[in-house]
């Protein structure tokens, strides 16, 4: 089954890992935040499900780290399915005439990838196009709940301009402070990129969620 261009609206459960990434959708939009990283998807997702009706579709969205040198800072990607571990759970497809997006795998990692060879390495073993810390752990609560699921991302940092990662036990920690710190901060490199990525994801939501852009 395909999901068509603007029909999203009526039965669809967006899943996001933070409130920056669906800012422009939250008030008009049934919204999941599941917080960064798998650990948090399951519970908040789960109590999510038990507390309204059961959607059409669960769409995973967010930010994400490129693994393939083409793309870069606000390309987006839609998941034709999802790696996560040993498992490859599949992806609906979604209608997007008059959005400009990749359509491939999308890699879900436990730990945050920075290193450029590591990336490489994980999309020519995979053959996905880019990375995030949630889309796999959504991929199962759905498939479990038998709920078809789709996953869109928008590239944040290219092989070439990797985020740091985080190595140490107080950086795990902080990580999701961090992490909405540097997509909110628009004074930066770092926040510029973030600006960028979130700006063509809410964009491309508006569109497949049949949503108008408000106007000021």
């Known amino acids: 089954m395909n999901f068509e261009l603007g029909t999203l609206n009526c039965d669809v459960l967006v899943v996001a890992a933070l409130r920056s990434e669906v800012a422009g959708i939250m008030e008009r939009a049934r919204v999941c935040l599941v917080g960064v990283g798998i650990h948090g998807v399951q519970e908040r997702l789960e109590q ?21 040198e083409s793309l870069a800072t606000g390309h987006l990607v839609i998941a034709s399915e999802v790696v996560f571990g040993e498992t490859r759970f599949p992806a609906r ?43 796999g752990a959504v991929a199962r609560v ?53 600006r960028r990525a979130l700006a063509q994801l809410d964009s491309a939501l508006h569109v497949l969620l049949g949503l108008p852009h408000r106007t000021a």
């Open 142 to 194: 759905a498939e479990a709940h038998r709920i078809p699921m789709a996953a869109l991302r928008a590239i944040m940092d290219s092989v070439d301009d990797p985020v740091a990662g985080f190595d140490s036990p107080r950086d795990a920690v902080d990580r999701a402070c961090v992490r909405e710190r540097i997509r909110l901060d628009l004074s930066g490199p770092l926040g510029e990129k973030a």
């Open 93 to 135: 497809h979604l209608e997007t005439p008059g959005i400009v997006a990749r359509r491939g795998p999308i890699y879900c990692s436990p730990r945050t990838v920075s290193a450029r060879e590591e990336r490489l390495e994980i999309g020519r073993s995979s053959g996905a196009l880019c990375v995030d810390m949630e889309s």
């Open 48 to 68: 999510e499900l038990q507390a309204g009706h059961a959607p059409g579709l669960i769409l995973s969205v967010g930010l994400s780290g490129s693994l393939d």
